[in-house]
């Protein structure tokens, strides 16, 4: 039997990246042992990977950003994803760290049910995925625990990297050479405005697949 030690599960739009604006399922993964300085989702980390309390399945759907998980058996979230939310084609799972938990038979079942499935991750974990899972890897190269597993940027969908000064732009660097044919979607941290201006300047003035990634969610104030 698999479980998922499960944050939060909520529906919105995707609103960031490449695939902006499109109707998803988010599944907060609890955890992450990365543990940026900015990162909006520290609720994740407390209580550890595992919980130190677990909640009742039925309240990670009210909850909203708040600590507390609920182990969740991957049959029963599949069933609860799709029965609350029938007309949403997308699931994105997040976290917190989704590739911390084996999230493998968890995207088999969703795609056995006719799911699109997205990854977002900070990419330091080796995970294998199937072909028809759309990942998103979003590197943590100044941060202690965020090493980039170079397996995960070369199969990532999009690079979603984060920027809040200067020396972002130069840690990104090498990865742009590495990887020239890759989109990168270029996220300004924390909607800050300096960081916004650099990361616009960057996608008007360099060649390649670029993109300007703002947290749309954060201006019109949804999930
Ligand atoms: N609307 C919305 N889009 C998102 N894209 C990535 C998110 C995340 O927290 O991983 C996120 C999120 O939390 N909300
Ligand atoms: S990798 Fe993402 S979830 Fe993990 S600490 Fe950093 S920002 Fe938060
Ligand atoms: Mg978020």
């Known amino acids: 039997m698999t479980s998922y030690y499960i944050n939060e599960i909520f529906p919105s739009v995707q609103g960031e990246g490449a695939k902006t604006g499109c109707p998803a399922v988010f599944v907060r993964f609890q955890g992450c042992s990365v543990r940026c300085p900015w990162c909006d989702t520290k609720y994740t980390w407390k209580g550890g990977a595992k919980c130190a309390s677990l909640v009742p399945a039925s309240?990670?759907?009210?909850?909203?950003?708040k600590a507390g998980c609920a182990l969740i058996e991957k049959e029963a979230l599949v069933r609860d994803i799709t029965g609350r939310y029938p007309n949403i084609p997308l699931v994105i799972l997040t976290g917190g760290e989704p590739c911390e938990q084996?999230?493998?038979?968890?995207?088999e079942s969703l795609r056995a049910r006719g799911l699109d499935?997205?990854?977002?991750?900070?990419?330091?974990v080796d995970f294998d995925f199937p072909d028809y899972v759309y990942v998103v890897v979003s590197p943590k190269l100044g941060v202690p625990n965020g090493e980039l597993v170079p397996r995960m940027a070369r199969r990532a969908d999009e690079i979603k990297y984060v920027i809040g000064n200067e020396a972002d732009l130069e840690r990104m660097k090498p990865l742009r050479v590495a990887y020239p044919d890759k989109l990168f979607c270029l996220q300004p941290k924390s909607q800050d405005k300096e960081a916004t201006r650099l990361c616009f300047e960057y996608v008007?003035?360099?060649s390649g697949k670029l993109r300007l990634s703002l947290q749309t969610e954060k201006m019109i104030d949804i999930r």
């Open 59 to 65: 309240e990670i759907f009210v909850k909203d950003r």
């Open 102 to 107: 084996d999230i493998g038979p968890l995207c």
């Open 117 to 124: 499935i997205a990854v977002e991750t900070s990419g330091h």
């Open 204 to 206: 008007i003035s360099r």
